[in-house]
């Protein structure tokens, strides 16, 4: 199977293995072919076709020279393991030398060459990263680095890989390539050569098996019929000689005989034949050996028969003799020599083909025996080692034995060939030949095992100093690494690293020095005829070589940092003094900016004053700067050239930026002293501006009496008010004017000195141009002082001709009444009688007009100057007003026409509105087709185009009646005047070209509907078709039911119906195709009578579907023919269905065993089974543990729960790590395992999921063996049966035996399965028990199972070949069933031969497991180092690659350029999906520099001797860590811009779609409330969808897709709720800089509403727009602080930002807060706010500073409750609060009673001393004069009783006395318990009670507060918070960010009691709020729901408990 190695290629294949194809290069993402190939023929075809790869990064060759010829160099053999020979695999099969060092591995050059290629090379090299990833790996090509390549694999290993080669090297992996060393070669050949021998001793077993015999025969049956053909011809040919010479036909006899001479010929040939087959049948059957040998005997005969015809015939006396054709006499003997000398052959080959096979089975015995020398092994090996040698010894000696007794034996006989006939001859040579070749090949395998001793002990040796100088050098490549590793990472910020790395570097170069020096020592010494070793020695060289080169690179690099740091720190240093200047600049540019509003208030001479002072300041700091860059451009100078000339560039462009900050100081001067003169020059033309004010307002003035009083018109009382203003303004003018040429004239002198000063031009144009409108207003003062006069005159003449004008005045008012009640032209017909009173009314206007225009014309007579104007001013209105008369009576006329034409017009609508809803009506009816459902069914098509058929015929008779209709009308409107003519006109055609519309309109339907109906046909006529297709579809299917593959398994009756359901299928079907082609005709006929351009679309459509229905008779027709040959077949199967079913059992029985038995041998033909290894493992263990149990005298249960931890059952991990510690835990070496070895053994153990104690226990319990044949069963009770157990298996009982058949359940030695048995058969006990430790029996078991299985395929094999004699005879399928029994038959006797086969197989598999385990103890634990150091490096190298992979990929698909070109050039999506690639591969990276870390921190904890064989694994290892560090700078690097820019581009595209949002929701004119409510429909969270279908709702919201989910993103990440919603569509901003808020958008014409502060918040409402006169941004929107509205300037004309955007203003209850009504604190309270609350700013905060508060200390006279009132809360005027004159104390006890007379009345209840009374009534005090005593009525302010007290007695005592210190409370008012307005409220008192003062009022003076209204987000309450501002407030405002401040449980939901705990919170750990905090009803608990970066939402959480301790800090 092995490839063509000999260089033998065809022409084609030369040329075609040529063709190089293209490859990218490295470098480049792309490349095309290079220019001269002849690239590109075919692409990547066979390998030969080589590919080409460009050239990478020159890396100066390779870093060797090649080895002289002299000295000994490593081979490489690449072979094909394949069974084709390829071109692409032939070309890079052969031997490959090494030539030296490539990029730190060998490389190899190929040194056999293809014959007639023999120009051609090619290398096996290895390329690094230094190209990424893509090109990292070994290669083929045609040299090292080259373009042309044909082969990759991507493994990074130090020696070429064996496997996983790709073809072409960007094609699929090709397994069947292999590349191994010289000796692995020669090892893998013994290996196979043992394997060969193996097989052909198999083949040998089985060379009778019937397949083969069936070859023989078929080879026996050839010749026989040639033999019986040549045989018939040749007698055919003597009998017609015959013939014709008895006849007498002597002319026809020369060609008898000629044809006789022919058939000798062929007799000849066929001699030949049968010889050669004979010689090649002695390998083959003896039988056919016997028959050849007939057939040979057979032809000589003929033979003997032809020649005695010829003779007669040569001595015939009529044949003519024909020399060209006769035999010559001489060749008869020479024939019959050549048949005796082929049989002597055949008889000499046998012999001398088994002393060749002999030699050669000797020689492959030297190559087995010799193998175990071939693998690496260490000194506990040795003794193997030298055993194996002796035994190769012994076997060299007999196969040296063999060979030359061949080759004598040989010789003997060519001597006796040589004396053959020429043919027989030239046989023997040839065969003889090349069984000698095979001796000679035999012989060069067997020459190199002449010297394993001397050979053996050399390799020991060179690999004791290998070791020791890997070992020596792996440390120093390590140390160079470390030094690399911090050099790699050493940035500026890590200066104080470079001392560490410095001592590194010392360390490395020591330990490197040292391990180069010992191995050129070595190098010196060695014996270079051991080609290994010293190719081993130079290859440490040149790596310590390079390790130098590495190092030498750190240090460079070391003393570059150096230098990049000293860089960086005068960069520092300048930047900083550069900055400070420029931070002077920006000063400056802030001084400038008042300059720049239009502030009109500012006080312009402190401005210029502060701009004099920073313009010196900025000076100051431009010099220093200057100077001290400078200095530092002098040390820049002596930096290396490559940082000293980067900082040099960046130096001058900081020297730069002070050069323009120089330029714009002097700018600013400049413009401030431009600024000065303007100010100079504002002062005087404010002056004249004021009275150029005062001059306008008396132009306003006179202007007023411009055009006033002219003739006609009357005096107003306002004229004569505006003579006299103009007057006053007149005077005011003068003044300005003589004010403004004084300042002029002083401010000159001082502009003239600003001019000298700053050497500029002066103002001598703007002094001459406020000269100029000084004098022009004098100008106008004289003009308008003319115009003044003028009036006056007027009025005067106007007093005078009052009467007539207030005549003529009441005959206008006649005449425009009149007018007004006419109805003007074009508008609504007045009704009749309004004409009528029109015509009554103009009648009385024209007498009253006649009248007034008599007196007129009288007084005119005799009027000079204005009175004359005036009365002919009169005059004109009074012809103004005939003429108005006469114009309503036109109008009247014609407004009747109009009436008429809008009636026309009317009835023409009516008309056209019918039509224009007919046709709506036949649209409608076509809707259906225009729903986008292209395929209708036909029943719905029918219905629809009937409709449309309806509507437009209906339509199109209502479009001809309305044209009918307008035509008339048309001619009707041509009769009235011409105004309304036109318009009637006009209207009439407006319609009938509606109509024209509506025609055409109809029209297109008419002609879709036409359409659409053919369409419709068309489809009927497809589903006709499709019907078909499915009939025959159908019988298709149903036929499956008949098909080959299930036609076994049915049952006769089955069958029939089967048969019967296809009969009706087909008939289905046939009527179908009937159908279908009656009505395909049918719709060729219609079509024929269309037009050509409609009929050929419509007729290729048929005949599409007419090709279908082609298609689908002929299947039909093919299915009917298939259905009867199936049901024939179905008759032959069933006859051999019941063969097959015993040949299924017997081959299922032959599964099984050759499945058992291939648990014991495995699947190949060679080696130990692992099985049986396993087994042996398994025994192993066991014993241990057995012999552990005796001697340390515990349990097995206790041993097991060690085991498990304490757990009941051990699990398959935790049994694997178990097993393989037990030898450490028994201390046995036999008992030894690797964790691999010891998972294997978890099937043979365990037999559930899970070890248990009892499956423990049961690996110790004894065997049993069968004695008798019993069934296998599935349950204890029922089921079937599953299968036999022969005599001589053996099983082990899980439970105790029964008699009576009572089953048992058992496991199965054979495979270990559980079954049931019954422990009784026949009476007999079918079980005896057998001393058996774990794992033995099996072999035993599977070898009587084998056994049974063979005896039962014997006897079916007889049956077999019984029935199908039984059947031979028989023709058609009977007869064809005849070779299938036949084949079941040669199946059984492979099976047969095969089990005779695995019983000598698995003897010999025991022995040879036994032996492995013994060898395998000794290796393992060498073997388990090795695997954990391979195992590091492979999942190192796994990781870092994977990581690298996708660093290379983001680096690759990376753009390059800066953050800005990025963001212009790619979109949001690409950024987006860069940046997650760039996150995925820093991650990776990150993850796998971490596994490298753990695993390097696994190996150091390794000690002993092992370490030393894990050196090269920690060397690999911390190259990945290296390699990982590069990737991930280079990735860095690579995406810094793009993470730039994609956060510029998200922040851009979120600012703009949130400003386009916003924008587009104001429009709305709603809150943000209202909306969400109607919108969402109360949902609390909105999807995206929901939202996307919001924004669109919106006009012109300019959104797309990718924006609304940004949008979603920014405010709905967790889910988009009622407050984000609030966020999305308002905005809000924060002013940075005092600006003023305007009441209009102009700057210019707009008043300051006031100030908005810095800090304020600012809502916007509208905007922003751009004010193109001032060249600002401004937004309208209302400060949250005082809801002032107005416009605001987002940022100044110089970049100066006022106002900045912010999120919703939110706050949070932080104490305790109450929400009241209004701002007031004692305004009603509507609730306390609740810890922890989250509320909506809606207004505020705000100061407010309060007026000082008197409060007077004092008691309640009701209940006596002390405390303090607020003199305010007892009158509604604080002033006005004064003690009350009606309040009474008692000073001694008294009665109260019911009446004044006291004699006469009860008394009520006493009065006690210092009770307090109220005066009441309006009595007044009353004397009781019988008594003498003074009486009031009163009400006591302690219970309200009221009744008459006496004031004083008849004695002179007082028992009441008036109060000076009461008060009576004028409405209710709070008692508090402190002078403070926020203290404690004692309690409410109520209008009309006493209160006692008890001290002098208290004046005090509330702090400032802070106010703000809000809303609560949890139940929507709104109110105000009025708190004190500080540390300590109870409002603070909210961010949705929170932290752990203890250990807190996440929950699944809000309610604690329903969620279940997902995890718990850390302390400090970070969240983010998502919702909340909301108040869990059932807890009481106040909670949030939690969200963080890496995992998303988690869950709720609770804020406090019920005793305050806080879990999570909010806010």
Same mark, same amino acid.
């Given at each position: 199977?092995?490839g063509?190695t000999?260089g ?19 470098g ?9 190939s002849?690239?590109?023929l ?17 890396? *100066? *060759? ?18 094909n ?5 390829e ?5 890079l ?26 120009e051609?090379?090619a290398?096996?090299?290895y ?18 680095g ?15 890989p ?14 069947e390539l292999?590349?191994?060393?010289k ?10 050569t ?8 198999? +083949? ?8 083969t015999e ?27 000689y ?41 390998k083959g ?17 003929v ?17 003519k ?20 000398h ?15 096979e002999?030699a ?21 090996l ?6 194996a ?15 030359? +007794?061949a ?9 006796q060939?040589?004396?053959?006939? @020429?043919?027989?001859k ?15 090949e035999?012989?060069?395998?067997l020459?190199p095992?002449k ?14 100093l290998?070791e ?11 140390e160079?690494e ?5 050099t ?6 890590q200066a104080?690293?470079l001392?560490?790395?410095e ?47 590495k ?13 990049r ?31 720049l ?5 500012q ?11 920073v ?23 002596r ?8 900082v040099?560039e960046?130096v ?5 930026r ?8 002097q ?39 411009e055009?006033?009083?002219k ?22 003018a003068?003044?300005?004017v ?10 000159t ?11 500029s ?13 000084v ?9 308008m002082?003319c115009?003044?006069k ?19 005045d ?11 009640a006419?109805?003007?032209?074009g ?47 009169m ?29 026309l017009?009317?009835q ?12 709506k ?26 409709a449309?058929?309806a ?6 008779k209502l ?7 307008t035509?008339?009308k048309?001619?009707?409107?041509k ?29 297109e ?11 419709a ?16 579809k ?14 076994d398994?049915?049952?006769e ?17 046939q ?11 049918l ?7 269309l ?10 459509d ?5 090709s279908?229905l ?24 069933r ?18 065993? /050759?499945?058992?038995s291939?648990s ?6 060679a ?11 398994l025994a192993?263990?066991?014993s ?5 149990i005796?001697?340390?005298e ?11 931890g304490?757990?009941?059952k ?7 790590e178990?097993?393989?510690r037990?030898?450490?835990m ?8 690797t ?9 043979l153990?365990?037999t559930?999921?899970s ?10 319990k004894e ?10 069963w ?17 099983v ?19 495979n ?7 422990t ?24 009587a ?24 005879n ?12 036949q ?16 019983l000598k197989r698995l003897?010999a598999?025991?022995? /040879?497991?036994?032996q ?11 073997q388990?180092?090795?695997?954990f150091?391979?195992e ?7 990781a ?7 660093a ?40 796998a ?45 690579a995406?810094e ?19 386009n ?11 943000a409330?209202d909306?969400?409510?109607q ?8 999807s ?9 709702s ?5 959104l ?18 009622k407050?984000g ?12 800089r005092e ?8 700057i ?5 509403v006031?100030?908005l502060?810095?800090g ?22 209302c400060?949250l602080?005082?809801?002032?509205q ?13 106002l900045?955007?912010?999120e ?5 209850a932080?104490?305790?807060a ?5 701002p007031?604190?004692?305004s ?8 922890d ?9 705000r ?17 006596a ?11 509604s005027?604080?002033?006005?609060a004064?003690?009350?004159?009606n309040i ?6 008294i ?16 009065v006690?001393v ?20 003074v009486?009031?009525?009163f009400r ?10 006496t ?27 402190s ?24 004046e ?16 929507g309450?709104v ?10 407030? @109870?409002?603070?405002p909210?961010m ?7 250990p ?25 709020v ?9 807890s ?17 959480a ?5 005793e305050g ?7």
């Open positions: 199977g092995g063509n000999r033998e290629y065809s022409v084609t294949e030369r040329s075609t293995m040529i063709s190089p194809a293209a490859r990218p290069s490295p480049l993402r792309s490349a095309a072919p290079s220019r001269g002849t690239a590109n075919r692409g990547t075809q066979a390998l030969g076709a080589a590919q080409k790869r460009p050239v990478p990064v020159p890396a *100066g *060759g390779p870093t060797s020279k090649v080895p002289k010829k002299a000295e000994a160099v490593e081979t490489i053999v690449v072979h393991t394949g069974n084709k020979d071109i692409g695999i032939r070309t099969v052969g031997e490959y030398a090494e030539r030296g060092i490539n990029h730190g591995k060998k490389y190899y050059e190929k040194t056999t060459r293809i014959p007639g290629h023999e051609m090379t290398f096996l090299y390329w690094d990263q230094r190209d990424g990833p893509e090109f990292n790996g070994w290669w083929f090509g045609d040299r090292v080259g373009q042309q390549v044909w082969s990759r694999n991507k493994s990074l290993s130090a020696k070429p064996k496997a996983g080669w790709t073809i072409p090297w960007d094609g699929p992996v090709r397994n292999s590349v191994m060393t000796e692995e070669k020669l090892a893998q050949d013994k290996r196979q043992a394997e060969r021998m193996e097989a052909r001793r198999r +083949e040998e077993d089985s060379k009778h098996a019937e397949v069936a070859q023989w025969e078929e080879r026996v049956a050839k010749a026989t019929e040639r033999c019986a053909e040549v045989e018939l011809d040749v007698t055919e040919a003597m009998e017609g015959q013939e014709r010479e008895e006849a007498g036909l002597h002319d026809e006899l020369a060609e008898a005989r000629g044809k006789m001479q022919e058939q000798q010929k062929k007799l000849m040939d066929a001699l030949k034949f049968v010889a050669a087959e004979a010689i090649a049948a002695q059957p003896a039988l056919c050996k016997a028959d050849l040998q007939d057939l040979s005997k057979r032809l000589r005969a033979q003997a028969k032809l020649k005695e015809a010829l003779k007669s015939a040569t001595a015939h006396p009529m044949v003799a024909e020399p060209a054709d006769e035999t010559p006499a001489e060749d008869e003997p020479h024939n019959e020599m050549e048949a005796l082929s049989l002597q052959l055949e008889e000499m080959l046998p012999p001398v083909l088994e002393k060749v002999t050669e089975d000797e020689v492959e015995k030297v190559s087995i025996a010799a193998a175990p020398l071939q693998v690496e092994s260490g000194d506990d040795r003794h193997v080692m030298l055993q040698i002796k035994e190769t010894e012994k076997a060299v000696r007999t196969a040296q034995a063999s060979i030359g +007794e080759r004598r034996f040989i010789s003997g006989k060519l001597s060939a040589a004396k053959f006939a @020429p043919h027989a030239k046989t023997a040579l040839e065969e003889f030949t090349t069984l000698q070749e095979k001796l000679t035999a012989q060069n395998k020459n095992f010297t394993v001793r001397q050979d053996y002990e050399k390799r020991s040796q060179a690999k004791k290998i020791e100088l890997h070992g020596k050098l792996a440390g120093a490549e390590i160079v470390k030094a690399t590793m911090m790699a990472s050493m940035g500026v910020e104080d690293s001392k560490e790395t001592q590194t570097l010392g360390a490395a170069q020591s330990a490197l020095a040292q391990t180069n020096r010992l191995i050129d020592s070595k190098l010196r010494t060695v014996d270079k005829s051991s080609e290994a070793v010293y190719e081993q020695l130079k290859d440490f060289k040149e790596r310590g070589k390079l390790a130098q080169e190092l030498d690179e750190v240090r460079k690099a070391v003393k570059e940092a150096q230098v740091i000293a860089a960086d720190t005068l960069m520092k240093e300048v930047s900083e003094k550069v900055a400070g200047a420029e931070d002077e600049l920006q000063r400056m540019a802030e001084a400038e900016l008042p300059f509003r239009s502030d009109k208030d006080n312009m001479e402190h401005l210029l004053a502060d701009a004099d002072k313009s010196v300041k900025v000076h100051a700091a431009l010099a220093d700067a200057q100077t001290f860059v400078a200095k530092k451009l002098v040390e820049v100078a930096f290396s050239e490559g940082p000293g000339q980067a040099k960046e001058d462009m900081l020297q730069k002070l050069e323009e900050g120089r330029e714009r100081l700018q600013f001067r400049a413009s401030t002293a431009e600024r000065k003169r303007a100010h100079l020059l504002e002062e005087v033309d404010m002056k004249v501006a004021s009275a150029e004010d005062e001059v306008k307002k008396m132009t306003e003035s006179t202007k007023a009496l055009g006033s009083a003739a006609g018109e009357t005096i107003s009382d306002g004229l004569r008010e505006a003579v006299a203003q103009a007057n006053h303004a007149e005077r005011a003068q003044a300005g003589v004010v403004a040429k004084k300042l002029l004239v002083q401010k002198a001082d502009l003239k000195k600003l001019a000298v000063a700053t050497a031009a002066g103002s001598g144009g703007e002094l001459g141009r406020l000269q100029t409108r004098n022009a207003m004098q100008e106008d003062i004289k003009k002082r115009i003044i003028d009036t006056e005159e007027r009025i005067r003449v106007k007093e005078v001709l009052g009467e007539v004008a207030d005549r003529l009441m005959a206008e008012n006649e005449v425009e009444k009149v007018a007004a006419a109805v003007p032209t508008l609504e017909q007045p009704s009749a009688e309004a004409v009528e009173r029109l015509e009554k009314a103009n009648a009385s206007a024209q007498s009253k007009l006649g009248a007034t225009a008599k007196l007129v014309d009288v007084k005119l007579k005799s009027a000079q100057g204005f009175t004359q104007a005036e009365l002919q001013g005059r004109t209105r009074i012809t103004q007003a005939e003429r108005k008369l006469r114009k309503v009576v036109e109008a009247a006329t014609e407004q009747k026409e109009r009436l008429k034409a809008s009636e017009v009317a023409a609508t009516e008309k056209a509105d019918k039509s224009d809803a007919a046709l009506k036949a649209g409608d009816a076509e809707l259906p087709f225009l729903k986008g459902v292209e395929v209708m069914t036909v029943a719905e098509s029918g219905k629809y185009i009937a449309c058929e509507a437009a015929t209906a339509a199109q479009v001809s009646e309305a044209r009918a209709f035509l008339q048309l001619a009707e409107a009769e009235f005047g011409s105004a309304v003519a036109d318009a009637c006109s006009k209207d009439l055609m407006a319609i009938q070209k509606r109509l024209d519309g509506t025609a055409g309109k109809l029209t339907l008419k002609k879709d509907t036409t359409d659409r109906k053919r369409k046909q068309l489809q009927a006529s497809s589903e006709k078709i499709q019907a078909v297709e499915d009939a025959v159908n019988l298709a299917e149903t036929m499956t039911k008949l098909a080959d593959s299930n036609m398994q049915l049952a009756q089955e069958a029939t119906s089967i048969c019967e359901t296809i009969a009706q299928a087909e008939t289905k079907a009527t179908a195709v009937s159908g279908a082609k009656k009505f395909l005709a719709r060729v006929q219609e079509t024929k009578a037009a050509e351009a409609q009929r050929t679309p419509i007729m290729a048929l005949s599409k579907l007419q279908r082609t298609a689908s008779t002929v299947e039909l027709a093919r299915l009917s023919s298939q259905a009867t040959e199936r049901e024939h077949r179905y008759v032959a199967g006859l051999v269905q019941v063969t097959s079913k015993s040949l299924e059992d017997i081959t299922a029985q032959a599964a099984v065993a /050759a499945k058992v291939v014991l041998l495995g699947s190949g033909d080696g130990t089974s692992q099985a049986l290894v396993d087994r042996l493992r192993a263990v066991v241990a543990l057995q012999a552990h005796k001697e340390s515990v349990s097995a249960q206790e041993i097991f729960k060690e085991a498990t304490g757990k009941p051990l699990g398959k991990e935790a049994f694997k178990w097993f393989a037990v030898c450490d028994t201390g046995n070496e036999e008992a030894i395992l964790e691999e070895q010891a998972l294997r053994l978890w099937p153990a365990v559930g999921s070890l248990s104690v009892s499956d423990f226990e049961d690996l110790l065997s049993s063996m069968c004695t008798q044949a019993v069934a296998l599935d349950s204890a009770e029922g089921s079937e049966q599953s299968g036999g157990l022969e005599v001589g298996e053996m082990k009982f899980l439970g105790e035996g029964g008699g009576g058949g009572k089953r048992v359940e058992c496991v199965l030695a054979r270990g399965s559980r079954v049931w048995v019954e009784e058969a026949n009476g007999k006990a079918a079980f005896k028990p057998m001393v058996a430790a774990a794992g033995a029996g099996q072999i035993e078991s599977v070898e199972f084998v056994k049974a299985v063979l005896a039962r395929c014997s006897e079916a094999a007889s049956a077999a070949e019984k029935k199908a004699k039984q059947v031979a028989n023709k058609g399928p009977l007869g064809e069933a005849a070779p299938k029994l084949a079941i038959k040669g199946k059984l006797s492979k099976e047969q031969a095969d089990l005779d086969s695995l003897d598999a025991k022995s /040879a497991a036994e492995d385990r013994k060898a395998e103890v000794k290796v393992v634990r060498e388990k180092c090795k695997a150091g391979e590091s490096v492979r999942q190192g190298t796994e870092v690659e994977a990581a690298e992979a996708k290379s990929k983001v680096i690759e698909n990376s753009k390059a350029g800066s953050a800005e070109l990025l963001a212009k050039e790619l979109g949001l999506l690409e950024l987006e999906e860069l940046k997650k690639a760039a996150d995925e591969a820093l991650e990776s990276l990150a993850g520099k971490a596994l490298v870390a753990k695993l390097m921190e696994a190996h150091e904890a390794q000690k002993g001797p092992s370490r030393n064989l894990l050196l090269e694994a920690r060397v690999e290892l911390t190259k990945l860590q290296s390699r990982a560090n590069g990737a991930e700078r280079k990735c860095r690097s995406t811009a793009l993470r730039t820019a994609h956060t510029q581009v998200v922040k851009t595209a979120t600012m703009r779609a949130k400003n949002l916003r924008m587009a929701f104001r429009k709305l004119g709603k809150s409330d909306v969400f409510d919108t969402f429909s109360g949902k609390a969270e909105v995206r969808p929901d939202f996307q279908k919001f924004v669109n919106l006009s012109d919201h300019g797309s897709e990718e924006q609304v989910t940004l949008l979603f993103d920014e405010f709905g990440r967790y889910g988009l709720r407050l919603f609030q966020k999305a569509v308002q905005e809000y901003c924060t002013c940075t600006v003023a808020i305007t009441d209009g958008f102009t210019s014409s707009s008043s300051t006031r100030k502060e810095k304020e918040y600012f809502e916007v409402l509208e905007g922003p727009l751009e004010e193109t006169e001032a060249n600002l941004r401004r937004v309208r929107g400060a602080r005082d809801g002032a107005g416009w605001v300037t987002i940022k100044g004309n110089q970049g100066t930002p006022f900045k955007p912010r919703k203003p939110l706050v949070f932080a104490g305790a109450d929400m009241t009504a209004a007031d604190v004692s009603p309270l509507i609730r306390r706010l609740q810890l609350e989250v509320l909506e700013l809606l207004e505020g905060p100061e407010e500073v309060f007026q000082p508060q008197v409060f007077l200390p004092g008691s309640a006279s009701k209940d409750a002390k405390g303090f009132l607020l003199m305010s809360d007892i009158s005027a604080s002033s006005s004064t003690p009350s004159n009474y104390v008692c000073r001694s006890t009665a109260m009673t019911h009446e004044f007379d006291i004699s006469q009345t009860k008394v009520m209840r006493k006690a210092g009770e307090t009374l109220e005066v009441i009534g309006s009595e007044g005090e009353k004397k009781d004069d019988s008594i003498a005593v009486r009031l009525k006591a302010a302690k219970d309200g009783k009221e009744g008459w007290v004031v004083s007695g008849n004695k002179g005592t007082v028992y009441l006395e008036a109060s000076s210190s009461h008060y009576v409370l004028e409405k209710a008012a709070p008692l508090r318990a002078a403070a307005a926020d203290s404690e409220i004692i309690r409410q008192m109520e209008p009309g009670e006493a209160f006692q003062a008890e001290g002098e009022a208290q005090v003076t509330p702090p400032t507060r802070l106010v703000m209204k809000s809303r609560s987000i949890e139940d309450k109110g105000w918070t009025n708190f004190v501002a500080g540390p300590d407030a @109870p409002l603070k909210w949705p960010k929170c932290s752990c401040q203890a807190v449980d996440i929950t699944s939901s809000l309610a604690i009691e329903e969620g279940k705990v997902k995890r718990q919170a850390r302390v400090a750990e970070p969240f983010e998502v919702e909340g905090p909301v108040l869990d009803a059932v009481g608990f106040r909670r949030v729901r939690l969200a963080s970066v890496s995992e998303g939402v988690l869950g709720w609770t804020v406090r408990d019920a301790q806080v879990f999570l800090k909010v806010g």
